[in-house]
Structure formats: C-alpha cells, structure tokens
C-alpha cells in the first residue's frame, strides 16, 4: 500500500485532531490544506453535538461534520444540519428505567439540537453555564427523541460501567465511549460513526477502500472496522484506547505531536 492515497480523509476530534488544548495547529491545518487542494476533502467524526462545533467551523472554514456518534449530519459552512437519527422516547424510558434499576447510582444527560439537558445530581464536565444546558427532570428528558443518551457514573472505571450499560441495554440502542470518565453514550440502534460515514461516502461514489480515518476512543471502533474491512487505512493515535490500537491499520503519533499531520504527509511522500 506504499503508493495508496486516500479520496477521503476522516477525523475524530478531541484527542486526535485536536491537540489537548482543542485547537489545531498550523501544521495540520496546513497539511489538511494541501489535500484539499488536490481534492481530497477532511470530514469529521466526533461524539460532540453541533453546539461544540462552531470553533472547529471557524478554524477550518468549513466542511462536513458526523456529529453525535453518527446521529447527525451537519454541513459546517452553513451550520446546518442535513440529516438526523434519534433514539426515541419509547426507547429512552425503557433505558433509563433499566440503568436506573440495575445501577441506581447512574445519572442522565441528554443532548438534542442545540440543547443539553441534564438531572440535578448528573455532573457536566464542560459548559456547565453555557446557552441551551440547563437542568430537568428525567421524565422531561426522555418525552422527546435525542440526538444521544449520556449515562453517568461517579464511583465505577469507565470500562467496566460501558459493559454494563451496554449488557443492560442490549439491541434496544447502541452504546460506546469517547470519555476518560465512567459515561456511556447511547444512540438510536445501529447507529455509529461507520453508519455515518458509509452514508456519506456513498454519496459521494467513494468505498472504504478510498478512506484514511483517524481515531483514538471506542466510539471509533465502528468506523475502523468499516474502513479497515474495505481495504482503507484505519489509523490510531499512539495514546488510543487498547481496543482502537488492536483495530487499527496504522499507528500514528500523538494528537499533541501533530500525528494526523505527520501521517498524511507520509501518504504524499
């Protein structure tokens, strides 16, 4: 594959493409420049709702986003969403009433539009004070679709709450990670990143054969395997998650030392 280039570049956000500050260097906007120039397009893949999107938007000028683990479409020039694929209210309640029983110390986030809603008790890690977050009552939350379900816990590991909440769901949903902490994003079933991204490049007459995709946490493990079982390239940052090491094809630097960049200019050599 020494002369293979890619048609599509895809990218996961925080902790790949950006670096641990959240923004992106002029290396690789450089780099992502050079590629554009020659047609290739960058289109992101991140578990962020539309409402974290508008810096990102503003550093690259544009593009197209796979927001919410897949479940939303956005078109960044405009900041519009195209397309949307929510967990239903039917399917919420009978989650939340699951997790609530097998884990009674599990709290509720939920994000749609450009909303996020989340219990009392549940503690928001970011923007806590920011427009369209504020506090409600589970029975609010789950009595409209959402773009995703977060699940929370404070006192268990990360992996072993995901399993959990991922046994207790079951095919009801699809469940992953993109957090250091113990919570659980939870879309509508069959929907992931790789569904996304499948979409999207058919569009656009593209197979994974023609696709580089960078990735570092479990909700990117949908994807790879998508990329990877097509023949594309399916790349992990150095720090990744052990299970997106073992799926990856290529194994590239940090997000802190520029490893997007440095792989995609490896390609150009």
């Not at 550093?59 to 949307?84: H, K, M, P, S, Y």
């Not at 589970?138 to 977060?150: F, N, R, S, T, Y």
């Not at 079951?170 to 113990?182: E, I, M, P, W």
């Not at 990744?240 to 995609?264: C, F, I, K, Q, Y």
């Amino acid at each position: 594959m020494s002369d293979w280039r890619p048609k599509l570049i895809v990218s996961d956000l925080d902790g790949t493409l950006l670096r641990s500050d959240e923004t992106i260097s002029d290396e690789t906007l450089a780099e992502l420049q050079r590629w554009a120039g020659e047609g290739v397009p960058l289109v992101l893949a991140t578990g962020r709702p539309p409402r974290w999107m508008l810096g990102v938007r503003d550093r690259l000028g544009g593009g197209t986003a796979i927001c919410c683990n897949g479940a939303v479409l956005l078109d960044l020039g405009e900041f519009q969403v195209l397309e949307e694929h929510p967990v239903q209210p039917e399917v919420l309640q009978q989650i939340t009433g699951q997790l609530r029983e097998h884990q009674p110390d599990t709290w509720f986030a939920v994000e749609y539009g450009d909303q996020f809603r989340h219990e009392p008790i549940y503690q928001p890690r970011w923007d806590r004070d920011a427009p369209g977050v504020a506090v409600a009552t589970l029975a609010e939350m789950v009595a409209q679709p959402v773009a995703k379900l977060l699940a929370r816990h404070e006192r268990l590991g990360r992996d072993e709450f995901v399993a959990l909440v991922a046994e207790v769901v079951g095919d009801a949903a699809t469940v992953t990670t993109s957090s250091s902490d113990a919570m659980a994003e939870i879309s509508a079933r069959g929907v992931t990143k790789a569904t996304g991204l499948a979409r999207l490049a058919a569009e656009r007459g593209l197979t994974p054969a023609d696709v580089v995709y960078f990735g570092d946490m479990p909700n990117d493990l949908a994807a790879f395997d998508w990329v990877r079982e097509g023949g594309g390239r399916a790349v992990a940052m150095a720090h990744a998650h052990p299970d997106v090491l073992a799926a990856a094809t290529d194994v590239t630097d940090s997000n802190d030392a520029e490893g997007v960049a440095r792989l995609l200019a490896s390609l150009r050599a």
